[in-house]
């Protein structure tokens, strides 16, 4: 794929290699808000930001700001995705977005077009689960979204409101912003559809809500050697059916018309001892869904579950309990028929998808028209030391988003 792309690829490679490479050096890829990786990887986006003519500053909840003042006051056009990682994986997550957003001034500059709206190009500050054990801090920030009691979290005597002060934010301003006329995220695909089908754009049209819901089984402890196998509340054995039985539920809703999964992701017993019967388990479901009928269908059914295997077994199983549940974002239609437009217009291929995973995009699209460019990554792999995306498809993406920003520019 060699085209004349209103973008530079070079340029994109350059800064996606160097950003990716301030990573803890003993696990790339690592750069975790809040850490001082994380902070030399805000300077060097700063430098860039500069040097793209951008006026830079770093708002109240934390993100990094590049602005481009426009000719006229007619809203703000806002580009943007992270730089911080998960632990060992991070070498597109996040900063493909950052960087082709910046590419989209510094491209808009080279063409000497000044556009009719501001642009900002936006490093949000934690979109992934941070050291503090939450996530989209700062476009949660940026809207007044983010939970009061948040700021309190600590981790290692270190508070997530003395967090974002140490980023250059103000945690005691809350504001919200009503000037985003349109926002735009470009993200690798973090599954294996545009890799398979041969498209180069994935359009996304929704973003997953989240829901996570624990079950406490409760059995009784006893003598591993001496209780007979009849006469035992093995809460283990018990919760094992309930995690097939959700797996089997999970696996027929996502048979349906609608995007739908759902994983134990933890899972944890007591006592954890050889020679006891096990008396205790905790497991926590995150299960995720477009349409909300499905992740009450599927919340329902698991509440049956636990009834049946509760009877079944003897153990006693607790109602399960929502611990949290983020609705599902829609994407705006008309941004989404913008993105599909110039992707044509670059003769490329594009195809619609829904986002399995969050991204800050899920709250812009609360207060302004958002929506996605997802592009290919290898194997579908992410979160992981694996994760690769080919320097064209990011460069294809870029141009999407530039010609995208011309046209929401001149409504
Ligand atoms: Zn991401």
Known sequence: MSRNLPV???????????????????????????????????????????????????????????????????????????????????RFDGIAGVITALEVARSLNDAGIELEHDLEIVDFLAEEVSIFGVSCIGSRGMLGLRPPEWLERQVDGVTLAEGISAVGGNPSFIGSRDDIKAFLELHIEQGPVLEAEKIDIGVVTAISG?????????????????????????????????????????????????????????????????????????????????????????????????????????????????????????????????????????GSTSRRMVSGAGHDAAYISRVAPAAMVFIACREGRSHTAEEWAENDAIALGAAVLYETVLKLDKQ
């Open 8 to 90: 530079k690829a070079d340029r994109i490679a350059e800064d996606i290699d160097a950003l990716a490479g301030i990573t803890e050096p003993d696990k790339p890829w690592t750069r975790r808000a809040f850490t001082p990786m994380f902070l030399k990887g805000r300077e060097y986006l700063t430098r860039r930001f500069k040097d793209a003519g951008l006026e830079t500053r770093i708002d109240a909840a934390g993100n990094l700001i590049g602005f481009r003042k426009g000719r006229e006051s007619k809203g703000t056009l806002m580009l943007g995705s992270h730089s911080d990682t998960v632990p060992n994986g991070g």
């Open 210 to 346: 989240i829901t996570r819901i624990e079950i406490l089984v409760e059995g009784r402890a006893d003598h591993a050697g001496t209780t007979p196998m009849g006469s035992r509340l093995d809460a283990l054995s018990a919760a094992s059916h309930v995690v097939l039985g959700i797996e089997r539920i999970a696996t027929e809703l996502s048979r349906g018309p609608s995007h739908f999964a759902a994983t134990v992701g933890e899972f944890s017993m007591e006592p954890n001892a050889a020679n006891v019967v096990p008396s205790r388990v905790r497991m926590l479901i995150d299960a995720r869904a477009i349409d909300p009928a499905v992740m009450e269908t599927f919340a329902d059914a698991v509440a049956a579950l636990c009834v049946d295997v509760a009877s079944k077994s003897g153990v006693d199983i607790a109602e399960p309990r929502r611990i949290s549940n983020n609705p599902p974002s829609l994407m705006s239609d008309q941004v989404v028929a913008l993105l599909e437009e110039s992707t044509a217009g670059l």
